[in-house]
């Protein structure tokens, strides 16, 4: 059974930085992606990034794009999230999520990369990051 355990949110300040992890298990191969999302109080689901576990391709929305950073720990078979130079609207409940297929992680669009929910099929239980101004 696959499962995702996200850690580290919390409060902080504007400006300020914060590294959430995503604990995976469950997964037999390193043939997977996961994907960082997050929810603010009455929006939908946004994606802010991903990243290829089979090679370590790395993707960001425009939003977060040089403030973000996903990295991962294969042997810990952990994904990490950077965020640095935060802002109150980077505040959200933030997910990862897992996608079978690594190159599905993603869609590339017009210049933009694109996180669609509906490839992704397991998901952690979310944590709270709240930026304070």
């Known amino acids: 059974e696959v499962q995702l355990v996200e850690s580290g949110g919390g409060l902080v300040q504007a400006g300020g930085s914060l590294g959430l992890s995503c604990a995976a298990s469950?997964?037999?191969?390193?043939?997977?992606?996961i994907g960082w999302f997050r929810q603010a109080p009455g929006k939908g689901r946004e994606g802010v990034g991903c990243?290829?576990?089979?090679?370590?391709?790395?993707y960001y929305a425009d939003v977060v794009k040089g403030r973000f950073t996903i990295s991962s720990d294969n042997a810990k078979n952990t994904v990490y999230l950077q965020m640095n130079s935060l802002k109150p609207e980077d505040t959200a409940v933030y997910y990862c999520a897992a996608v079978v297929t690594p190159h599905l992680c993603n869609t590339y669009l017009g210049g933009t990369y694109y996180f669609l929910l509906h490839e992704y099929t397991y998901w952690g239980q979310g944590t709270q990051v709240t930026v304070s101004s």
């Open positions: 469950g997964f037999t191969s390193d043939h997977y992606g």
């Open positions: 990243i290829s576990r089979s090679d370590g391709s790395t």
